[in-house]
């Protein structure tokens, strides 16, 4: 084993039809490590997330578990252990909600997808009793529980979660995040959280990432970004 | 754990689907405005006609309508997975059939098994011409693959010319055909023909609903029609489940066209027409259905047999304009079809 981390992202550059959006993006994550990204609306937190997954041409080293996965396709990125949570939710709204969790391991290969959905089925108890209905037809806390454990039927080493909290009631997100912290911990997943709440993310986050405009400007452990004075004012409001 | 999420929600709010039942009654709806529509122009038939005449219109209606349905099954396929329509299905399905009769001129074979050799090799076809002809495109770009599309329209028809020839060509039905094989009910004959096609077109639909329902081919095309992009993060190989959807149409379409075939004759431009029929089933039962598509295919069939052979001044010639004027009705009225969610936006 090597000291390497789990997902290093170093120069990386992004382009949207030509235009370039991240300008030498250098990240890290260890396993098992949950990192935030704050940023304001359209600084490239979200084109982050995308350049991970291989959904946005990037030039610069994106390496994953001790292996290059820059301009890998994204099926080969998601099969290593990847999964994403996009911004608005993710789930396939015409499939029923036990659909869209058999489509979660649709790349796994074990005998174990039952027995995994059932544990979800516990974690989240409604998501059974709506197991038949149309995933459009779930509330918006539902749709998200169910993208969470969609992405989680994976078995990901890295999970990246884009805005999770937008639109949600407080006590729902409240409990989102008990979740999160709980697969961070019991299962051991790393996570990259971007997010607008950004007193939350800070909470169950180790270290995190300042976007602006296309470069990471500040990185720094959690309780020092919490203290930052530029942080407080552009994103805790205090 | 939280509170609200993880409380279990009360009975009365299971399975409480407001969407579901919604779609529901509209689709209802619709189908019964059309069903009224026919029962009453079958009423006035059946008092113009008489009963024999009326049932023997009606058999070959559904008959018809079935295979048209067939059609449409295909062009529902590819429209599923890709939001395009395939303007080349009816040629590809021409050439099907043209496999199947070249398979049956090599040696004494069974009607059958020729079908299902050329069903084969249209299915391996389907999935290099997805690969070589469509896949190099912008996916996002349409109107670029439906140009494609049409180009092997064209060249697809000019390919059967020049290998075949223009000269119609006869097809033995895989059923028997003579005058006497049939049941007679009333006065009007159903042909085991029709019967061996209604089976084999139910049965078709029947393996592909459990295909699509219970493999993990079929649920990366469901994840792929519900969504390109989700689907990618699901770790879906986007261009192979495009290119199975494409094998599965281009083999049900040389199915149809191998079961049509034996009531008309083969030459090159033979499925153009039927396109047309197939495009109308679509369009009425939601180019996204799949049960639309057969339910589609059945009216369509019904509607060009009742009105081409009741209406005065519409003779079977007329029978294409029958077809467009139910696309137009659709389009006009609900776009999205009887069963479909997704409206076709631009052709």
């Known amino acids: 084993m090597t000291a390497e981390p789990l997902l290093r992202m170093r120069g990386v550059r992004a382009f949207y039809d030509g235009v370039e959006a991240l300008h030498g993006v250098d990240l890290t994550v260890d396993a098992g490590e949950v990192v935030v990204i704050l940023g304001a609306n359209g600084a490239g937190k979200t084109t982050t997330l995308r350049s991970i997954c291989g959904l946005t041409r990037t030039t610069g080293e994106i390496r994953f578990a001790g292996q290059d996965i820059s301009g890998a396709p994204t099926s080969s990125i998601v099969r290593r252990g990847v999964a994403m949570v996009p911004q608005g939710r993710g789930t396939l709204t015409d499939l029923s909600v036990e659909d869209n969790l058999l489509a979660g391991a649709i790349t796994r290969r074990d005998k174990d997808v039952a027995e995994d959905i059932a544990t979800w089925y516990d974690v989240f108890p409604r998501l059974a009793l709506r197991r038949h209905q149309s995933a459009g037809s779930l509330s918006g806390g539902e749709q998200q529980m169910l993208a969470v454990a969609r992405a989680m039927m994976l078995r990901p080493r890295l999970l990246l979660l884009d805005e999770p909290s937008l639109g949600l009631a407080p006590v729902i997100v409240r409990d989102l995040f008990d979740v999160l912290t709980r697969v961070n911990r019991e299962r051991g997943v790393a996570i990259v959280l971007v997010e607008q709440n950004a007193a939350l993310a800070l909470d169950i986050a180790q270290r995190g990432y300042v976007l602006e405009a296309g470069t990471i400007v500040l990185s720094a452990p959690a309780d020092r970004l919490r203290e930052d004075d530029a942080v407080r004012l552009a994103y805790l409001g205090y | ?347």
């Open chain 2, 1 to 347: 754990m939280g509170t609200v999420l993880s409380e279990t929600a009360r009975d009365d709010q299971a399975g409480l689907d407001v969407i579901a039942i919604r779609l529901r009654q509209g689709r209802l709806r619709a189908v019964l405005i059309v069903l009224a529509l026919l029962a009453a122009f079958s009423a006035w038939a059946l008092i113009d006609g008489g009963l024999q005449l009326y049932l023997q219109r009606f058999f070959d209606g559904v008959t018809n309508g079935l295979l048209y349905g067939l059609g449409a099954l295909s062009l529902v396929i590819v429209f599923k997975a890709t939001g395009i329509i395939n303007f080349a299905q009816g040629p590809m399905a021409m050439l099907g059939c043209y496999l199947a009769l070249t398979v049956l001129d090599l040696g004494p074979v069974p009607v059958v098994a020729a079908i299902v050799v050329a069903m084969v090799l249209s299915g391996l076809g389907g999935a290099v011409l997805e690969r070589v002809l469509i896949r190099p495109f912008d996916q996002n770009n349409h109107m670029a693959i439906i140009m494609v599309t049409l180009a092997l329209f064209l060249g697809f028809n000019a390919l059967a010319a020049l290998i075949w020839g223009f000269h119609p060509k006869s097809f033995p039905s895989p059923f028997p055909q003579g005058a006497a094989d049939a049941i007679v009910i009333a006065g009007a004959r159903l042909s085991y023909q029709a019967i061996g096609t209604a089976v084999l077109v139910v049965a078709t639909v029947v393996v592909l609903e459990a295909v699509l329902s219970r493999t993990r081919l079929g649920l990366a095309f469901r994840c792929v029609a519900s969504d390109v992009e989700r689907s990618r993060l699901l770790g879906i190989d986007i261009g192979r489940t495009v290119q199975f959807s494409w094998a599965l149409a281009a083999a049900v379409g040389t199915l149809g066209a191998c079961l049509i075939a034996p009531s008309t004759y083969v030459d090159p431009g033979f499925m153009n027409k039927i396109l047309v029929y197939a495009f109308a089933a679509a369009t009425l039962g939601g180019l996204d259905s799949i049960r639309g598509a057969l339910v589609g295919g059945l009216l369509t069939g019904l509607s060009v047999s009742l009105v081409t052979g009741y209406l005065p001044g519409v003779g079977s010639e007329l029978g294409l304009v029958v077809g467009f004027a139910v696309i137009i009705a659709v389009l006009q009225f609900k776009p999205a079809g009887l069963f479909g969610n997704r409206a076709m936006e631009r052709v």
